[in-house]
């Protein structure tokens, strides 16, 4: 078992029309309950480290966390590092160790993100490593990445031959109208159900569809995916957190994604509720507990659940590892 590419992992995936949940990591229980998730779906699955995450936990603990977790797992891992603001940070976590690393040129021009992608995919493989690239702005904030809706911009379809073509960048992220964070979407670009829930316009699978004819087995990437189930909000909400109108993108949209050229989704905000919303609980259930193992140990077993329901009712990509 070790640290491997996405490159083998995407071309099952594309072939088994599921999708790799690429799960944001920050901190030990977190990786735990990815991986152990993952082991007893025997499915695949990219640990991906933010901007922020670096700096939080450092690269050198996440790196060995991420060593510890595949002997613990049994399975094979990518450690991806996800938006890469330049080229030396890619550089850096090339060098580091990790197996994979996006560099996010989306707020420059084409040509302009075309020279800075190629130059982060010739180091990186001159050093065993894969690249994603990103075309199109997604709108939201997530740690460090923040672009606001008037700033956003779904990716053009007769673009991403060109970019693929003269970037050799392995896999691409494009926009089509997922976006970053838990607040995803105003209020005046949502409808309201029949039980006053936010409900996101659609995703533009017709760009997806028109990718995928360009570019036949390319793997495509979808970032800003997580779904903020309205159960765990409703929970923060009443337990002292405030969430209003958080909302997400449907998972019906997100398995039918999967069915098609989209071989990696992004989740981080669904862990980041699971999570928070079982320590509230906790804490009101248990005003008297300080012992950190106790909490957060029930804030690892909700991220493992919920890891657990995006393999298998999302992704689609349980039981891949024994294929």
Known sequence: MALVTTKEMFAKAYAGKYAIGAFNINNMEIIQAICDAAAEEKSPVILQVSAGARKYAKHEYLLGLANAAIKDSGIDLALHLDHGADFEICKSCIDGGFSSVMIDGSKWSFEENIALTKKVVE????????????????????DDVKV????????????????VTRTGVDSLAIAIGTSHGAYKFTADQCTRNADGVLVPPPLRFDILEEVEKRLPGFPIVLH????????????????????????????????????????????????????????????????????????????????????????????????????
Do not use: W
């Open 123 to 142: 180091y990186a493989h001159a050093h065993g490593c894969v690249v994603e690239g990103e075309l199109g702005k997604l709108a939201g904030i997530e």
């Open 148 to 163: 606001s809706a008037a700033d956003s911009s779904y990716t053009r379809p007769e673009e991403v031959e060109e970019f």
């Open 224 to 323: 800003g995916a997580s779904s903020v189930p309205q159960e765990f909000v409703k929970k923060i909400n009443s337990l002292g957190g405030k969430m209003p109108d958080a909302v997400g993108i449907p998972e019906e949209q997100l398995r039918k994604a999967a069915s098609m050229a989209v071989c990696k989704i992004n989740i981080d905000s669904d862990i980041r509720v699971a999570m928070t919303a079982a320590i509230r609980e906790y804490f009101v259930e248990k005003p008297s507990a300080f012992d950190p193992r106790e909490y957060l140990g029930a804030g690892r077993e909700a991220v493992k659940n919920m890891v657990k329901h995006k393999i298998v009712d999302v992704l689609g990509s349980n039981g891949a590892l024994e294929k």
